[in-house]
């Protein structure tokens, strides 16, 4: 029976065998990567759970991921090992950006560096579709972030992202807890939201003062109720603004008749669904014009 194997010819290494890396330590020290707290950086060097993340975003074969502060490369390099058609890191630091210049060479052209501000990038205009967010975020823009790429969610085959876990038990509240706010109602019209699992305070490098959560942002088909963007924001901004009062006190200036909507006026605001706060920006909206 005929070999497969031409005599003479070693078989090549598996396709997605990753490169011999240096440590993420020793890439920090040579290039001075001393995270910088005004920059909100906290540098996550365990590979093990960088892999988790990259598996938790799923099959990325065939979609461009756009990371947000990739630092020292280490969930760069997990996504990379994943089989990301292309990583898009867009970082600030330019410390870091010359650490991932010496990481891309060793993914030849399935890695771009953008060095840019997150906060001013338009990252859907990076690359066509599908695209994918894969980050850990910086703490202090992170919410931020999250608000300017809902807008824009159906843009994106999905968010995978880490938060402060505070913040990601808001994007996940439901009605009735006080975790319940506008957080938890913009990002839920738009997206379902998932809590993936929790990371410690211990994982990153400083360690931050809190523990970590990663959350997948699924995009709606349609938004959850028919609403405008920015009557639903004036919505809820002053219901939570004053959220221990009732909503007939909490939202007397904007001159909606509740009990027309089918809303107790004796509500507070953590006792609406989304869909009820959409009813009420809708209100607001056609009073408007």
Not at 130 to 157: C, E, H, K, M, S
Not at 252 to 260: E, I, M, R, T, W
Request: with cysteine; glycine share 8%; charged share 25%.
């Amino acid at each position: 029976m005929p070999s497969d194997k031409s005599p003479g010819r070693s078989p090549g290494p598996p396709p997605n065998l990753p490169p011999d890396l240096p440590p993420l330590g020793d890439v920090i020290r040579r290039f001075g990567l001393g995270a910088r707290k005004s920059l909100g950086q906290h540098f996550l060097l365990d590979l093990n759970l960088c892999r988790r993340i990259a598996r938790t975003a799923g099959d990325l074969n065939e979609i461009t991921v756009i990371e947000i502060g990739p630092g020292p490369g280490g969930l760069t390099r997990a996504l990379l090992d994943s089989g990301a058609r292309k990583v898009l890191a867009v970082e600030k630091d330019s410390r870091c950006v010359a650490a991932l210049r010496e990481l891309s060479q060793a993914y030849p052209g399935r890695l771009e560096i953008i060095e840019a501000d997150a906060l001013g990038t338009d990252v859907r205009a990076l690359t066509p579709p599908p695209r994918r967010v894969v980050a850990n975020l910086p703490y202090n823009i992170a919410t931020q972030l999250l608000l300017g790429w809902l807008r824009r969610i159906a843009d994106f085959d999905g968010l995978t992202l880490m938060f402060q876990k505070e913040v990601a038990g808001r994007l996940t509240a439901r009605p009735g807890g006080k975790a319940y706010g506008r957080l938890s109602v913009i990002t839920q019209w738009r997206a379902e939201v998932r809590h993936e699992f929790n990371v410690s305070k211990q994982a990153f490098t400083p360690p931050p003062k809190v523990a970590s959560s990663v959350v997948s942002v699924i995009p709606r088909p349609a938004p959850l109720a028919a609403a405008d963007w920015r009557a639903l924001e004036t919505v809820t901004a002053a219901a939570f603004g004053q959220r221990r009062k009732m909503l007939r006190s909490s939202l007397k200036a904007l001159g909606v008749d509740l009990g027309a909507l089918g809303i107790e006026p004796t509500d507070r605001a953590e006792d609406l669904s989304v869909e009820e706060f959409c009813a009420i920006a809708r209100a607001v909206h056609a009073g408007a014009r």
